[in-house]
T-cell receptor
């Protein structure tokens, strides 16, 4: 069973640029959530996708957008990068969007640095 | 709305000593609570979860947590710390609004000395 994978591992961008981060969910999981973890902080929920549709969104501006594909992999896109977007971006997959007690399985994250 | 507060951003213990990491929650609905551990340069790994089946929850690596509704707490304990327990620990509550999002505390760094 393959776990959650994310690419790239590290990324350096310049303010104003756009970035795309990728996530492959664990086998059999149809729900993907994205989190932003700033240095020294806990992860903050960005949004969740279930069967290719957004299923919930945290307090992030519209320049944070996402996609989920038929194979349940997912992308996180961030436009007009700002310095404060520098963080570890975590992807998590789970079996079912409807159960609040479902375990979310996390990938290793993508470290984004905005200069 | 739900929230989680972790008391103490840094806890230091000696190898073999009791580990106690504190977590208090706020929730307008019966909470589902989780403890995750994060080792350096890695993602989060689930230690244990509370889903209303039992108030004392046992997890991996010898950790356990007790749900106390009257105190709105879900503290994480381990009787005897190992050097390998040094990591960042996060308490989280499952949202009832934004899909099945997890709302995390700010984390507690556990240091273990020999």
């Amino acid at each position: 069973e393959t776990g959650v994978t994310q690419s790239p591992t590290h990324l350096i961008k310049t303010r104003g640029q756009q970035v795309t981060l990728r996530c492959s969910s664990q086998s059999g999981h149809n729900t993907v959530s994205w989190y932003q973890q700033a240095l020294g902080q806990g992860p903050q929920f960005i949004f969740q996708y279930y069967r290719e549709e957004e299923n919930g969104r945290g307090n992030f501006p519209p320049r944070f957008s996402g996609l989920q594909f038929p194979n349940y992999s997912s992308e996180l896109n961030v436009n007009a990068l700002e310095l404060d977007d520098s963080a570890l971006y975590l992807c998590a997959s789970s079996l079912d969007r409807s159960s609040r007690n479902n375990e979310q399985f996390f990938g290793p994250g993508t470290r984004l640095t905005v200069l | 709305a739900q929230s989680v507060t972790q008391l103490g951003s840094h806890v230091s213990v000696s190898e073999g000593a009791l580990v106690l990491l504190r977590c208090n929650y706020s929730s307008s609905v019966p909470p589902y609570l989780f403890w995750y551990v994060q080792y350096p340069n890695q993602g989060l790994q689930l230690l244990l979860k509370y889903t209303s089946a039992a108030t004392l929850v046992k997890g991996i690596n010898g950790f356990e947590a007790e749900f106390k509704k009257s105190e709105t707490s879900f503290h994480l304990t381990k009787p005897s710390a190992h050097m390998s327990d040094a990591a960042e620990y996060f308490c989280a509550v499952s949202s009832n609004q934004a899909g099945t999002a997890l709302i995390f505390g700010k984390g507690t760094t556990l240091s273990v000395s020999s």
